[in-house]
Structures are given as C-alpha cells and as structure tokens.
C-alpha cells in the first residue's frame, strides 16, 4: 500500500502525520493509516482529543488520481475513513500545515475544528477534472459556510489560502509560528472547555436560510452555459448543492452526491480531462534531456520588439519577478506598446486581481530602451519583431554580435525556419524557438522549438524557464508553423473551401461552437482582422490559392472585420457581437459562383469533419515525422493555445474517442473526392487503424 500515517502521543492528544511524500495524496495507505489511526486513538481511554496534520509540504494534495478507475483497492474507502472521523466523540482537529485540496479538504471537513498555517491553500479542484468533491464536500461546504459560496468556490475549482479561507468561515484559526504545537495547545484547550465536538453534518441555519431562496439554483444552473459550457460536471454540482439546501436529511444528500458523482466518474469528459491533466505534466519531460543538463537560470531578460507580442512577452517576465529589457528601433511603437503594459496591469488592478504596489514593482521591472546594445547582458533575449525571415536574420546577427557569451537567443515566430534563423549566428546552438501565444501574458502555453543545432542546455533552459514563468510548455521540432499553427492551416482551409463550395459562415461557425470552441474560424478571422493576411499577401504580388479569394474581395471592399464593424459579418458600434450579413454572405456566394463551385448542402456532422480531420490528419503526420513528441502533447497544444474544449480531450483524444477506423474511412473519402494533398491518409494513421489502436496508446 502506498503511504503511511505515523502515530504519536503528547499525554492526552493523539497526533497522527500523515507520511506519502511528496503531497501526501490520500493513496490506499494513507487511508488505511487514517482509519487506523483514528480507531486506535478512540479506543485509547487517555486521549481526549485527536490532531491530524501532514508532513512534507502538503497536508492532503487530494486523491491519488493514479488509482482512479483501478480495481477496488485492499484498503478502506475515502468515505469510511471520513465516517470513522465524523463519528467520533472526541474532538478531531485538523491542523492544516499545506496543501489541503480535494479528499484533502473533505477529510479537514470531516473533523470538529480546522487550524491552518497562513501558507496553507485549500480548495476543491473537482471540476477541473470532470468531477465533483464526492467525499462530503457539496455537502458539508454549504452547511459551513452557505450554499453560494460553497458553489462558487467548487464551480471554480480555485484554492483560496488560509487567511481568505478563514474569512469565508472554512478555517477556524490561522496560525503564523508552529501549526502542530499550537494545534495541539488548541486542542487542549478544547479538551478543558468540555470536549466539545462540532460536527458540520449536524449545522443547519445556513442551508434553512438558502431554502428561502431556492430560485438561486434555477439562475445559476442557465448561467452555466456560459460560464461552463458544455461541461458535465458542474450541473451535478450544482445538483448536489440544492440537495443538501433541500433535505434535512444529511446522508439523503450523501447519497444524492455519491450517485452524481458516479454519474462524472463514468462519463468521458472526466477520462479527458485526466488525459489532458497528465499530458500537461508529461509534455515537459523530454527525451534526452535529463536533470544534469546544464539550466542557466534566467535573472534578467531582454525582449526585441514591442508590438503585440514583445509586449506580452515582457510582462510574462516582469510576472515571475525577472527583470527584462524591452527594445523597439521605432520610438512611437516603443512608446505604445509601453502604454499598453500600464493598460492592461491597470486593468488588472481595478479588477483587483493585483494590488496597485504589485503594479508599480512589475512595471518597474520593464525598461524600454531605443537602444540595441542595452539587450546585452541578459541571460535570454526573446525576438518579437515581424513575421519576415530576412529582417529575423538581421536581427540574430545583430544580437550574436552583442549578447553575452552564454545567452540563450529565441525567436518568437509562428512558424518560420529556426534553424535558417540561427544559421546567420556563430552560435547556433545557443539558438531555439519559444513561441508565444496571444496575448502572451494570458495564454498558458508555449511551444519551444527545437532547432537542428539547439544544445541539450538551451532547450533544458528554455524548458525551465516555462514553467517559471508559469506556462504549459511544448516542445515541437522545426517545421513550418511548428505544431499549432501548421495544424492550423487545414482547419482553415477547410473553413474556407465549405464557403466555397456552399455553407455559409454562421452555419460552419456555430457547429465549432457547438463543439466546444471559443468562436469558429470565421469569427475569428474577423477579430484578428482579414486585412493581416490580405496585406501580407499583396507583399508577394498576391496569391492564386482559391482559399485567398474571399478574404480578398471581402478586403478590397473594405471589409477589414471587427476593427472596422465588417468582415464575415457585421458588428454594431463597439459590439464584437456578429450579426450575419446580407452582403458579406452575396459576396461568398458570387466569388464561389465566379470560381465556378456548384452549391451543395452541409450537413453539421460533415462541417466538423471537414473543420476537424485536417487537424487530425496533420497531428498524425507530425507524430510520425518526429516533430510532435507524444499525441499528448498535441493535445496540450490545442487546449491550451487553440480554445479547443478541454473536456473532449484535445484533437487527438477527440479522434481516439470516434475510432481512428471511422475517421480513417472519412479522411479518405475526402481524399478521394478532393485529391487535396492535405486529407492524404497519414501512414500513422492507416496503422493505427488497422491495428485497431489509438494515439493515446502511443504514448504508454
Ligand atoms: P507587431 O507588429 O505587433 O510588433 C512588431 C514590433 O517589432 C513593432 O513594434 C516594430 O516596431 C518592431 N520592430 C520591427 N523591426 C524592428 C527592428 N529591426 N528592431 C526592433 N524592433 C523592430 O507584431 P506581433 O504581432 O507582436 O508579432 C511579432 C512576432 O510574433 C511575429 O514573428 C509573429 O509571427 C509572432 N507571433 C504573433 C502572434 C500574434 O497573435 N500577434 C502570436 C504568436 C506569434
């Protein structure tokens, strides 16, 4: 069995520390060690009161998720072990020394009293997962602290730490020196006012109170499409909330509870959302590389370009507490893109994410700076200047000529050659790719490319200085538009071939959105704006891709997309609401008339798949090309840097749960009747299906 609970005594208090190094989850041993534990100490005519905490750095992290949906375990369940403690007639005390997440809180709630240390982050990350706190939680967090702030708290899965978690009525004493020493003081304490117990199953005023106010479930339940769309989980949440609001009967809601949650526990968004839960963690580990490479640790970092993204990239540094020059050769963009850092930390202030002391100390860690040579000392210089290989070049042999020895030189594009890149330097092993997303002080993830010459140390470093800065890093091989964007680029043709060939935007739009995206690609192409493309196309004398012709009519019309209320569709003043438009939707149907497309009719199942498989297909062949690591790692790309809908999964997965025959057999009939090199069957893909496999077992 996994872990182990140690017992002590100090004259009439039992100590139990829970030992499952490093965040002691509630593995089979730490259950059993508790149940013990706790029986032993009831049967100890001397002790008077019991006190739980944890040793290492957590007190419960939560479940052990790796024994999720394993055969039944030889120890006692999560739920005997918090009815042995909540039926205990001598005060239980959790002392909270760390982490007190999930199963961890439900055991805290399980007992009379909880003391915390001031560090100590407790919370109830369920629904991340596609679950729900099934171990009391939606019971006993209402019946402690009132329903709707129990259901804001699980709905959103965020830790609170002690100090906020005693305001909300969750801790009872935070504790600043020595939890353990003082818990045990406490629990004397208690032991002389009479042993009282307080057993939170048995606290009705708040529940009895939300009664008066049933309508709440009914408006949180329809806002749930918007804050939770399409997501399983948070429904039953809400569900098992309004039973503990609605019984007297605390085990009737036990039960409501243990039914839904088995309702998650069965259904494929929580078998997703772990997929996408362990690839995440999985996607930094790469092969090759170990923990003796060298990782130069960066203390002050210089940023090249300060337009939408060197902007972002700054403050991602200024964020983690990294000092970091920022250069632009344009003063009004240097001036600019400055303004908008004060903006957006602004922002962040009045939303009171940030204090305005958190503000200023971030902003004083950027320094803008006219001035190439100013780059120079920093440990990492992150290039964000425009999309064009010739002035990259420039700007690397520029920066080869000035950076310290040992800097790591980056390159922020979406998809250019690193290593034609790092060619024009002496240092061509010093040279990768860290692609950012937009905007980058917001989006989680981070491809870093790998470049033919990249050292194990400068990917290792760049690796290392991701999760510093606190994002879901990938690593991807050089290809043009890495992982992400040369997925992309099927989905949007396809987008674009359907307008062709008939469907119209707000059809192909609202069956992304039906799937789970943040808007479809046509929506979307309105808010990045057609002219980028269109501009970036009358820069090479323009472009014979029948895929070009609408986004370019729709341009020379001077329909630029949100920024100037037209595009696919229209917007009212200031709205980025879109509205379908009579004649947006004339001009798709003349050029694809002009073009000579005949009109045929979608049906939504085939609009997906035309959106999707190109995805799929792309990812495979990345796979087998060695440019993508692990399916996983696709997945992690697409959730966290495409708005692809967690809960499915990612592409990948998304592609496993429909068999890979099935896609297989529509990839290929697209192929035969378009003979577009794109829906060409990937090798991988072929095999896998006829091996009855999936990508997921790719990666075990
Ligand atoms: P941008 O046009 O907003 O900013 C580019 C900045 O570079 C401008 O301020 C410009 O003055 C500056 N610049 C140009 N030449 C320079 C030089 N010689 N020396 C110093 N500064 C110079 O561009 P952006 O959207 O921030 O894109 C920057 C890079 O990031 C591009 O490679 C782009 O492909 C990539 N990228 C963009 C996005 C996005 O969504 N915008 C996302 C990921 C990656």
Redesign the pocket.
């Known amino acids: 069995m996994k872990g182990t609970v140690h017992y002590t005594e100090d004259n009439n208090i039992a100590l139990l520390k829970i030992d499952n190094p490093p965040v002691n989850p509630l593995s089979s041993g730490v259950r059993q060690g508790l149940y013990d534990g706790v029986s032993k100490a009831l049967v100890a005519e001397h002790i008077e009161a019991l006190v739980l905490t944890g040793m290492h750095r957590a007190f419960i992290a939560g479940a052990d998720i790796g024994e999720f949906g394993e055969a039944a375990q030889e120890a006692v369940g999560l739920n005997e072990v918090i009815e042995k403690i909540e039926s205990s007639k001598k005060p239980v005390i959790a002392a909270i020394n760390g982490t007190a997440f999930g199963g961890g809180l439900e055991v805290a709630l399980a007992c009379d009293y909880r003391v915390a240390s001031e560090n100590a982050p407790v919370g109830l990350p369920e629904v991340k997962l596609g679950l729900l706190p099934g171990a009391g939680g939606t019971q006993r967090l209402p019946r402690l602290i009132g329903s709707e702030k129990a259901l804001a708290m699980i709905l959103s899965g965020e830790p609170f730490f002690a100090s906020a978690a005693k305001t909300l009525g969750i801790i009872d004493h935070v504790v600043v020196q020595d939890l353990v020493e003082e818990t045990i003081e406490f629990a004397k304490n208690i032991v002389l006012g009479g042993s009282k117990t307080r057993k939170i199953r048995d606290i009705s005023d708040q529940i009895i109170e939300d009664r008066q106010n049933l309508k709440m479930f009914e408006r949180l339940k329809l806002s749930l499409e918007k804050t939770h769309r399409g997501q399983f989980a948070p429904l039953k949440i809400v569900e098992c909330v309004e039973a503990a609001v609605r019984s007297d009967n605390f085990d009737d809601g036990l039960a409501t509870e243990r039914e839904k949650f088995s309702e998650c526990l069965k259904h494929p968004q929580r078998e997703a959302l772990i997929h996408i839960f362990f690839s995440e963690r999985a996607a930094n580990k790469i092969p090759g590389l170990s923990k003796n490479d060298v990782v130069s640790e960066v203390k002050k970092a210089s940023v090249?370009?300060?337009?939408?993204?060197?902007g972002g990239i700054a403050m991602c540094f200024a964020n983690a507490g990294i000092s970091v020059r920022l250069?632009?050769?344009?003063e009004d963009?240097l001036n600019r893109?400055m303004e908008l850092i004060r903006k957006n930390y602004a922002g962040t202030v009045e939303k009171g994410r940030i204090s305005q002391a958190e503000m200023d100390k971030r902003l004083s860690l950027i320094t803008p700076t006219i001035e190439f040579v100013a780059l120079a000392d920093g440990d990492i210089v992150v290039e964000?200047?425009?999309?064009n290989l010739d002035?990259k070049k420039e700007?690397f042999s520029k920066l080869d000529k000035v950076m310290k020895a040992d800097a790591i030189l980056a390159s922020?594009?979406?998809g250019l050659d690193i290593d034609a890149i790092a060619a024009v330097t002496k240092r061509p092993h010093s040279v990768c790719g860290m692609?950012?997303?937009?905007p980058a002080n917001v989006m989680k993830l981070l491809e870093v490319i790998r470049g033919a010459h990249s050292s194990k140390a400068t990917l290792a470093s760049a690796m290392g200085l991701a999760k510093k800065l606190d994002k879901v890093a990938v690593m991807a091989g050089n290809c043009p538009g890495f992982i992400g964007n040369r997925m992309l680029r099927g989905y949007s043709q396809q987008a674009q071939m359907m307008i062709l060939e008939g469907a119209l935007p707000a059809q192909i739009d609202r069956v992304m959105f039906d799937f789970g995206l943040a808007m479809g690609p046509f929506a979307m192409s309105d808010m990045v704006g057609l002219d980028l493309g269109w501009r970036a196309r009358k820069m090479v004398g323009g472009s014979n891709e029948v895929t070009a012709r609408i986004p370019d009519e729709l341009c020379e019309l001077g329909r630029y997309g949100q920024k100037n209320g037209k595009g696919y569709y229209q917007y009212e003043d200031g709205s980025r609401t879109p509205i379908e438009d009579a004649d947006a939707n004339e001009v798709i149907r003349r050029v694809a008339a002009e073009l000579g497309f005949e009109k045929k009719e979608f049906s939504n199942d085939e609009i997906l798949k035309r959106c999707l498989y190109p995805l799929i297909n792309t990812g495979a062949n990345l796979l087998s090309e060695g440019h993508a690591l692990r399916a996983g790692d696709i997945d992690t790309v697409y959730v966290n840097g495409y708005g692809f809908p967690k809960y499915t999964g990612g592409p990948m997965w998304f592609a496993d749960t429909q068999g890979l025959e099935n896609v297989l057999n529509d990839i290929e009939r697209f192929y035969k009747e378009t003979g577009d090199d794109l829906w060409r069957p990937a090798e991988l893909l072929k095999t896998l299906a006829r091996d009855g496999r999936t990508f997921a077992s790719l990666d075990t």
């Open positions: 090249v370009g300060a337009g939408t993204m060197g250069h632009d050769n344009d963009n893109g964000a200047v425009y999309e002035l700007i922020n594009t979406s692609h950012f997303f937009s």
